[in-house]
């Protein structure tokens, strides 16, 4: 009895996966003979392997971008258009793309089926083999701090751009990671070049977030300076970088006598490594430094092989510390005086660049007085972040947060640049670009530049 149920049992089941086997292949039959491959609201495939097909790739001009090992599906079916700047350049399954001039191109891959397209993209930016310098009335110099980015750059407000991508280090070594991380260094030139910008390489030290300026006592970069080899073999690593990447030249950040007990020594170390500096670097590179306003002014070396100096006008030290008054440490009348310790004791005004900032001074806390309480009392906040805590930060010079921020607004901007113009100074520079606002409407550097040219 046993046996029989086991058979019957047997019996069923083969029947059970016979008809589903018959089901599934009149079902594949039918999918075969109507639609092989693709419905019609079905859009193609593109697929290759990670690098095949970049997001951006920076070029020097000649050189070529590859677009290679890319299939489609379904195979051999689909309608295939290569697009530079939206114009039909290839049909082919790969694409190499030889610029023959510096520019910005959209290459855009387009896969059709039954009127469904799929569409890929990628950036190809390319230095051009020479460019044309824009002659501008005045400078308007931009930063690009260690976090800044590409996107971060206002190219149609800057004459010039300075990009802090080497530090030194006191063993005298140039750390480039950050210029060369994503081909940072590389964008930066051929977006400029390609809008007949230059583009400067910023020397510095180790600096405090947002103000940039010198940690207290740090000697980095001084320790460098002061020995010849040292100095010598960071001259050769700045020319050979400065020239590889087609930067149009230099600019020192020197920092290192904040509280250094070897300010002195770091000065006069720094005027020997500007004049060997501009024997090294290609005859046409502009060498500029930016210099502070306080006491330590009157150390500066000769600086006769720089093109201009950038002075560093909006930090009057009175607001800061045990007891001093809060208020505005970046005033009109203080960019007034430390451009004129620049032009009346050390170079002529037309070698002097006054600089403006891009953030704020905030106050966290205040003593019994209403002062500013200590040296940790207080810290900085970008531009952008300013209009972060209050959107109509831009029309005004002090908003409440914390225990008070004072910053340069929209109006103070102008009044500082309104100066600058009528003057024989030769421009403004901004540290940082990257802390601007975002709204260009609201930006500091559209308002400089508009101003000044």
């Known amino acids: 009895m046993r046996i029989i149920q086991h058979k019957r049992l047997t019996i069923y089941l083969t029947l059970i996966v016979m008809i589903g086997c018959v089901a599934a292949l009149a079902a594949c039959n039918k999918d075969i003979a109507d639609d092989p491959e693709f419905g019609p609201a079905d859009f193609p ?26 299939t489609y599906s379904p195979a051999g079916k ?31 891959l387009e896969v059709e089926l039954n009127g469904n397209i799929s569409t890929r993209s990628s950036q190809v930016i390319v230095k051009p083999a020479t460019y044309m310098r824009k002659n501008f009335n005045k400078v308007v110099m931009g930063y690009l701090s260690i976090d800044g980015t590409g996107p971060d750059v206002k190219w149609n407000y800057i004459t010039h751009l300075a990009a802090q991508v080497g530090k030194v280090t006191s063993d005298g070594a140039l750390d480039i990671t950050r210029g ?16 007949g910008l230059p583009v400067l390489l910023t020397l510095f030290g180790r600096l405090s977030p947002v103000d940039g300026w010198a940690l207290y006592e740090s000697d980095d ?25 087609k930067m149009d030249g230099v600019d020192v950040m020197m920092t290192d006598f904040n509280g250094s007990p070897n300010y002195s020594a770091n000065l006069a170390a720094l005027g020997l490594f500007v004049k060997e ?13 930016t210099a502070g306003a306080g006491w330590q ?27 001093a008054p809060v208020g505005q440490a970046s005033s ?25 900032p891009a953030f704020g001074l905030r106050y966290n806390e205040l003593d019994a007085n209403g002062n500013c309480a200590g040296w940790s009392a207080y810290d900085y906040i970008s531009y952008k972040g300013i209009l972060a805590i209050d959107a109509t930060a831009d029309t005004k010079e002090k908003i409440t947060a914390s225990k008070g ?6 109006p103070l901007i102008k009044q500082k640049a309104e100066f600058i113009k009528t003057s024989a100074y030769k421009g403004m520079y901004g540290w940082y670009i990257d802390g601007d606002a975002a709204d260009t409407s609201k930006s500091l550097f559209r308002n400089v530049f508009r101003i000044l040219n």
């Open 45 to 70: 495939r593109i697929f290759y392997a990670q690098g095949n097909f970049p997001q951006a790739i920076i070029l020097n001009q000649g050189e070529t971008a590859k677009y290679g090992g890319i």
């Open 78 to 108: 689909v309608k295939i258009s290569w697009k530079v700047n939206e114009e039909v350049k290839s049909s082919d399954t790969t694409f190499n793309f030889t610029p023959t001039a510096g520019g910005e191109y959209n290459i855009k």
């Open 180 to 195: 060369n991380a994503n081909q940072l260094a590389d964008e930066l030139v051929a977006r400029g070049h390609i809008r």
């Open 221 to 245: 970069m001084g320790t460098a300076l002061r020995d010849a080899a040292k100095r010598a073999a960071l001259v050769t690593q700045v020319k050979n970088y400065v020239v590889a990447r």
């Open 277 to 289: 500096l501009r024997t090294a670097l290609p005859a046409d590179a502009i060498i500029t430094i």
């Open 297 to 323: 002014h009157w150390e500066y070396p000769d600086l006769s092989p720089v093109d201009w100096v950038n002075v560093r006008a909006f930090e009057d030290g009175v607001h800061v510390g045990p007891g």
């Open 332 to 356: 009109l009348d203080f960019m007034k005086t430390a451009a004129n310790i620049w032009a009346q004791f050390h170079v002529p005004a037309s070698k002097v660049v006054v600089g403006f």
């Open 405 to 410: 921020v004072y910053y340069n607004g929209v």
